[in-house]
C-alpha cells in the first residue's frame, strides 16, 4: 500500500563517523500488511546513539539513528495492526513501539526470546535501504514494519516522558524481572551504579516495588536526582576525599543491620563499576549487567566466589513485548510522582540533530521534528 506524505517525510540520515548527518526527504511510504506509519512527537537521544557516532559501536552506515520516541499513527497497511494486547490500532491513536523487530517464528523467538530473534531487525541500528528509509526516530515519520510490538500510551503524558518507554524503561523493567527471579525486590536493598536515566528509571520502579535503593553515581547532580526517583541514599565511587560518601560508608549508614545488597544493577556501563557491585552484592544475591553494550575489559572471576557466595550474575540485553508493556504501565501510573520530564535537557530542531548528538550531563536530550 503506497502512502504519500505531505509535506514529504524527512529522515536525518547519518553517513558514517566524522560526516554530518544529511536530510532525506520521503515523498511516499509503501507499507506492507501489517506496518503502521507514525508522525513522530518527540524522540529522545539513547546512549547507543552517541556511541556510535562516536566510532564506540559498530553500525552500517548510512543509518537513521533514534529508538526511543513517542508519535501518532497516520498511515496503515493493508488488513491493518494490532497492538500487544491486541487491540486494533486506528488511526490518530498516540502509540510507542519496540526497539526490536522480531520475526516470531525462529528457536529464540518460540523459546520467549523474542528480543534476540535470529533475524532480529532494531529501529535506528539497521543500514537505510530502499522501502525502510524510515526506519529510525530522527525522522518527521517512522515506518513500523509488521510485527513490531506496539503499545498504546495516554494523551495526556507529556512526550518527554513517554519517548524513553522503548529503550530505559522497558530495559529496566527486564532487568528487575531478571533480578527478582532470584530475590524478590520487596523489602530488598538494591544498590545501583549509575544515574543515566536507566539508573533513575530503576531506582523510582524498585522503589515502587517496596526495595530500598542506594545509587552509586560520581556526578553530583545525578545523585540529587537520584535522590528524587526515591533513592534512600547516593554514594560516590570516586569519594576519595570523603570517606562519608564512600559506598561502603553510604550501604552500612542506609541498611542498618541489614547493610550488605542482595540485588545489584549495573547500568553505567563503566567496568569498574562492575567489579564494585560483584564484590558488594551479598550471599545468594544477583548481580544484573545492563551498561556493559559496548566492548570493554574482561571481568575476571573467581569461580570459588560464585560458588562459596551462591551469587547469581546476569545479563539483559534488548527486552520482550511484555516489558514494554511494563514500562507504559509504569509511567502512566509514575510520571507525576517522578520528575521524568525534567530530566530530558535541551531539546533541538531535528535539523539540528548533531547538536543534539553531543555527550551531556542530562540524562537525556530530545529532537522534536
Known amino acids: 500500500m503506497g502512502v504519500s506524505v505531505y509535506p514529504s ?9 566524522g560526516h554530518a548527518h544529511e536530510a532525506v526527504a520521503v515523498p511516499g511510504v509503501r507499507l506492507a500488511p501489517g506496518d503502521v506509519l507514525v508522525e513522530v512527537e518527540l524522540a529522545t537521544v539513547c546512549g547507543s546513539d552517541l556511541h556510535t557516532v562516536q566510532g564506540r559501536r559498530l553500525a552500517q552506515a548510512p543509518l537513521v539513528l533514534g529508538h526511543e520516541q513517542v508519535g501518532r499513527v497516520i498511515a496503515l497497511g493493508r488488513g491493518g495492526a494490532k497492538t500487544t494486547d491486541g487491540h486494533r490500532v486506528t488511526l490518530g491513536e498516540r502509540v510507542v513501539w519496540s526497539v526490536a523487530v522480531p520475526c516470531g517464528r525462529c528457536v529464540r523467538c518460540r523459546r520467549g526470546l523474542p528480543q534476540n530473534c535470529l533475524s532480529l ?7 537505510m535501504r530502499r522501502g525502510w528509509e524510515l526506519s529510525g526516530g530522527f525522522a518527521t515519520h517512522t515506518h513500523i514494519l509488521e510485527g513490531t510490538p506496539l503499545v498504546r500510551v495516554p494523551d495526556d503524558i507529556p512526550a518527554e516522558v513517554l519517548a524513553p518507554a522503548s529503550c530505559s524503561t522497558a530495559s529496566v523493567a527486564a ?4 533480578a527478582s527471579q532470584i530475590v524478590p525486590l520487596d523489602g530488598a536493598l538494591v544498590l545501583v551504579a ?3 536515566m536507566l539508573g533513575l528509571t530503576a531506582t523510582a520502579m524498585a522503589t515502587d516495588a517496596g526495595a530500598r535503593v542506594v545509587v552509586s553515581e560520581p556526578v553530583p547532580e545525578r545523585r540529587d536526582a537520584a535522590k528524587a526517583f526515591g533513592a534512600v541514599a547516593v554514594a560516590d565511587p570516586s569519594a576519595g576525599a570523603d570517606p562519608a560518601l564512600s559506598l561502603a560508608a553510604v550501604l ?3 541498611g542498618g543491620r541489614a547493610a550488605v545488597p542482595t540485588v545489584a544493577l549495573e547500568l553505567s556501563g563503566d567496568p569498574s563499576a ?3 557491585l560483584l564484590a558488594a552484592v551479598d550471599v545468594g544475591g544477583v548481580l544484573v549487567l545492563v551498561g556493559s553494550v559496548t ?7 573467581a569461580p570459588e566466589q560464585l560458588v562459596r557466595n551462591l551469587l547469581t550474575i546476569r545479563g539483559v540485553h534488548n527486552y520482550a513485548p511484555r516489558h514494554l508493556e511494563q514500562a507504559v504501565r509504569f509511567l502512566a501510573d509514575a510520571w507525576d510522582r517522578y520528575p521524568f520530564a525534567e530530566q530530558v535537557g535541551e ?3 531535528l535539523a539540528d540533530v548533531d547538536r543534539a548528538l553531543v555527550p551531556s550531563t542530562h540524562p537525556r536530550i530530545a529532537v522534536r521534528p
Open 347 to 349: 531539546t533541538f530542531a
Open 194 to 196: 549509575g544515574a543515566g
Open 252 to 254: 552500612h549508614k542506609a
Open 274 to 276: 562492575v567489579r564494585s
Open 175 to 178: 532487568a528487575l524481572e531478571a
Open 295 to 301: 566492548p570493554g575489559p574482561e571481568l575476571a572471576i
Open 121 to 127: 531487525q532494531k529501529y535506528g541500528h539497521e543500514r
Open 9 to 17: 517525510a524527512t529522515a536525518m540520515v547519518w553517513p558514517g563517523e
